[in-house]
């Protein structure tokens, strides 16, 4: 099994003729993903690296049977993307997108409560499942097939802990980019919880960074829930300085409880194997679950 | 983007928030001109000078100043222009201080004793909503209140979808002990508050303190702004509020370069793509013994002019004593990335006096690797993380 994204997903890219669409779409499909179409509006009823063009997610959920979105839209534009996916029905909204204003997240994230579905990200490298589904900007081959879950917030680093993983000799069920911004659909303890329920992931890496407490909120869910199942940490951050944004737009240490020091504090206090070197993740899961 | 006390307070009046009103100047004789026009204006005898810098605890450090007549406007103005200001906020060299702000005295005896009390707009991460923070303890540093008497804390969440409600306002306004002109000047204060905080698109405001005057109106004394980046796309006005010379140069540099780049104090400088995998880098060029010299997001296309540009900006920083390259190439080949670097060293001929490491992993990382060993330049490689950061530590010795 896996969580969220696999290969009977029906996938559907939003923002699919821009050029950033236009490319990951083509890595997404030479993987294998299922994509099923897309949407540009204005653009509907033509077809698209050999797939159908839609004018609303709507017309996609229709016709093709769409029940998850990747959208590449820019900033400007995105929440309404988000909103409209939502709207339309689709369950898994998967947003890719970097530097949406934050006002129109907070109305994007508020509306899409009283729809039936879940939103990864925004500023996301997406989902992948391997060897089913890459729902994402990720380079797929970087992920083996396995039982290790993996949630991140970060891009580059979550390429890093899986190929870690992989070179261990391990794989990956499903790894979960969650991104880098204040706002998020789907939060640490969301991903974790998801995994952690997952019968064929066997340990979790949890891969977080300075700023917020979407780490220690979902140590404490982990605590509270007595699984045994294992979950490997690490933060991000411990030399950055407090007060500065590092990339990241949610990536500022505000005060001393979202400090990388804090935040490994409590995640070693419910029971969490927490690593200090961002290159001893792979080393770490192979030492767990070889116990 | 943070904004000057004056341009945060344009914004706020532009709502029709309440302020103290004041005029910026560049001279001590524009200082006398501001003041001269305040009292035409507002009926006011003295002023305070306020130096114009992105700091707080500005008065602590002498850039905040009373005048009493027209002489000591420029006497204040000569003095506060030009000064290095140190606050608890700056390094100890301080900020120059370019600009000051002649203000309107809003302090003036009355029938009531004059009372300051703290407000803040901000995203409560937790909820993904806004919220007013607020306390009837004005004026002091708030982090001190928060520690000492957190029950003078009050928080109200906004729901997205309505705004600010009249019942909210009140109940502020009830939480100051407020009644008669000065709670109806509060209600009316916090609602253009929130509408200004929305309506620019900030993601903070810190006004401190919020005044009631001897007369009962409520004004904003002060402004903390800072707008969302993301957002100043549609609001081309506030573009030009940006002040670089309150920035870093090489950071100021970075970001028109369309690079993600922070400054810090260590020996080891690095470039990488991904902001989580840069922190990750700076995190173990600590494990390797050495000093992270700044945070650089080079983004996902890493080719040969942006490294070239990385490189310069490194090594601006004379402490700098290596560089270690991170690229996880993902989507873009390493192949391709260590040409980047080549060539950008390559360009940068004898420009380079310190150590390189470079460590790159994902598509095709063996052939970059030996591309680099090939190249004839002096470059350490390594694909493991560990290897780079145990290179790191070799070169460092």
Request: hydrophobic share 40%; proline share 4%.
């Amino acid at each position: 099994m896996s969580v969220l994204v696999n290969k009977n997903s029906k996938i559907i890219v939003q923002g699919f003729t821009g050029s950033e669409g236009s490319f990951h779409a083509e890595q997404m499909i030479d993987y294998g993903t299922n994509i099923v179409g897309g949407v540009t509006p204005g653009k509907g009823g033509t077809k698209h690296l050999g797939k159908p063009v839609f004018n609303t997610v709507s017309d996609a959920v229709e016709k093709v049977g769409a029940d998850t979105t990747i959208i590449f839209v820019p900033p400007a534009f995105a929440a309404d993307a988000i909103m409209e996916a939502a709207d339309a029905g689709i369950k898994v909204i998967i947003t890719i997108t970097e530097g949406i204003p934050v006002k129109d997240m907070i109305k994007a994230s508020n509306y899409i409560k009283r729809k039936d579905c879940r939103l990864i990200g925004p500023n996301c490298p997406g989902v992948i499942t391997p060897d089913e589904a890459k729902v994402g900007i990720m380079p797929g081959f970087v992920f083996k097939k396995g039982t290790v879950g993996i949630v991140s917030k970060s891009g580059t680093l979550t390429y890093e802990a899986a190929d870690q993983v992989v070179k261990e000799g391990f794989g990956i069920t499903t790894a979960i980019g969650i991104g880098g911004d204040p706002i998020i659909g789907t939060t640490t303890k969301d991903a974790v919880e998801m995994l952690v329920g997952d019968p064929d992931t066997e340990c979790v890496v949890m891969i977080g960074e300075i700023g917020g407490q979407l780490e220690a909120e979902a140590a404490k869910w982990y605590k509270e829930s007595g699984s045994k199942k294992p979950v490997i940490g690490f933060i991000a951050g411990e030399t950055a300085p407090a007060g500065r944004t590092m990339g990241h737009a949610g990536a500022i240490v505000g005060g001393s409880e979202d400090t990388a020091q804090a935040k490994k504090k409590i995640l070693k206090d419910s029971g969490i194997h927490v690593v200090d070197s961002p290159a001893e993740i792979g080393k770490k899961v192979a030492e767990v679950l070889s116990k | 983007m943070n904004l000057h006390e004056y341009q945060g307070k344009e914004i706020l009046s532009s709502y029709g928030v309440a302020i103290q009103k004041g005029i910026v100047a560049k001279t001590p004789k524009e200082a006398v001109e501001a003041a001269k026009k305040l009292t035409e204006e507002t009926g006011t005898g003295w002023h305070v000078i306020k130096a114009q810098v992105h700091a707080g605890g500005r008065g602590k450090g002498g850039g905040v100043k009373l005048a009493k007549n027209l002489k000591e406007v420029e006497q204040l103005a000569d003095e506060i222009l030009g000064m290095h200001l140190v606050t608890p906020q700056t390094s100890k060299e301080g900020k120059e201080v370019h600009q000051i702000l002649i203000t309107e005295d809003v302090y003036y005896p009355g029938d009531n004793e004059p009372e300051e009390y703290y407000m803040s707009v901000l995203l409560n991460r937790a909820t993904g909503k806004n919220m007013i923070m607020y306390s009837p303890e004005g004026g002091v540093d708030i982090e001190s209140v928060a520690d000492k008497t957190p029950e003078k804390i009050f928080t109200e969440e906004i729901d997205p979808a309505t705004g600010i409600l009249p019942f909210q306002a009140r109940k502020i306004a009830f939480n100051f002990g407020l009644e008669g002109k000065a709670f109806k000047e509060m209600t009316k204060f916090v609602t253009a508050l929130y509408n200004a905080y929305d309506g620019s698109d900030s993601s903070l405001f810190e006004i401190n303190p919020v005044l009631k005057t001897s007369d009962d109106k409520i004004l904003a004394v002060d402004s903390k702004v800072t707008l969302d980046d993301s957002a100043l796309f549609r609001h081309k006005d506030y573009q030009s509020m940006r002040d670089t010379r309150e920035e870093d140069p090489t950071e100021v540099e970075a970001r028109e370069a369309g690079l993600s780049y922070v400054n810090l104090d260590g020996n080891v400088g690095c470039m990488v793509n991904g902001a989580g995998l840069a922190m990750a880098t700076m995190d173990l060029i600590k494990f390797a013994g050495g000093e992270p010299a700044n945070f650089l997001d080079v983004g996902g296309t890493a080719d040969a002019k942006r490294v070239e540009q990385a490189f310069k900006l490194i090594l601006k920083d004379e402490k700098v004593e290596a560089i270690l390259v991170n690229i996880f190439g993902g989507i873009v080949r390493c192949d391709r990335v260590a040409e980047g670097i080549i060539e950008a060293y390559k360009n940068m001929g004898d420009q380079i006096k310190v150590p390189i490491i470079v460590r790159l992993q994902g598509t095709n990382a063996e052939k970059a690797v030996e591309l680099i060993n090939e190249a004839g330049i002096n470059v350490k490689t390594a694909v493991q993380f560990k290897e780079a950061a145990d290179k790191v530590h070799e070169v460092l010795d």
